[in-house]
């Protein structure tokens, strides 16, 4: 039951982040990057960024995003949206902890010219940890923003 709660999360997210991509597409030309190579900047910029909304989250504050997203996604992501996939998340995983980062790959067919960074994230009442995963497109703005069950496999 958990897994199908998500997944309404999860569509609502990737229909709202990357409009022409439905959930049944895999990725192409996507590539891991070797550790030595991530960009810890934009990883920690990451790892900021989700601890930021939820703390906002948890403080009943659902504010429009700033310049760290893409045009796309300040129109999309909105106050309303957040509160909403929130108030979905909440009741299903608990409060939120924290996040850690897995991996980062090359954009591909999901980000052309940009990254995509995946995070385990763990919250208070949640048996597995979901992934938080985030896409930055080639300028650096957060393009995609996805909460979904964990697969090692990138789908």
């Keep these: 039951m958990q897994r199908l709660k998500l997944g309404m999360v999860v569509m609502t997210m990737v229909m709202m982040c990357l409009?022409?991509?439905?959930h049944a597409q895999a990725p192409t030309g996507v590539t891991?990057?070797?550790?030595?190579?991530?960009?810890?900047?934009q990883?920690?910029?990451?790892?900021?960024?989700?601890?930021?909304?939820y703390q906002r989250?948890?403080?009943d504050e659902f504010e429009k995003v700033g310049d760290e997203f893409s045009a796309e996604m300040q129109?999309?992501?909105?106050?309303?949206?957040?509160?909403?996939?929130?108030e979905q998340t909440v009741p299903q995983f608990?409060?939120?902890q924290k996040?850690?980062?897995?991996?980062?790959?090359s954009g591909g067919s999901l980000a052309p010219g940009g990254f995509i960074y995946r995070y385990r994230a763990k919250y208070s009442k949640a048996a597995e940890e979901p992934e938080i995963r985030l896409v930055f497109?080639?300028?650096?703005?957060?393009?995609g923003m996805w909460l979904k069950p964990w697969n090692d496999e990138l789908r």
Aim: aromatic residues 8%; without cysteine; charged residues 20%.
């Design 32 to 41: 891991v990057i070797e550790p030595n190579k991530v960009n810890a900047d």
């Design 57 to 59: 989250w948890q403080n």
């Design 94 to 96: 608990g409060a939120f």
């Design 137 to 143: 497109d080639h300028l650096g703005k957060i393009s």
């Design 99 to 105: 996040v850690t980062f897995v991996s980062a790959l």
């Design 75 to 86: 129109r999309g992501l909105t106050p309303e949206l957040q509160k909403q996939t929130y």
């Design 19 to 22: 409009p022409g991509l439905t």
């Design 43 to 53: 990883v920690a910029k990451g790892a900021q960024l989700i601890d930021r909304l």
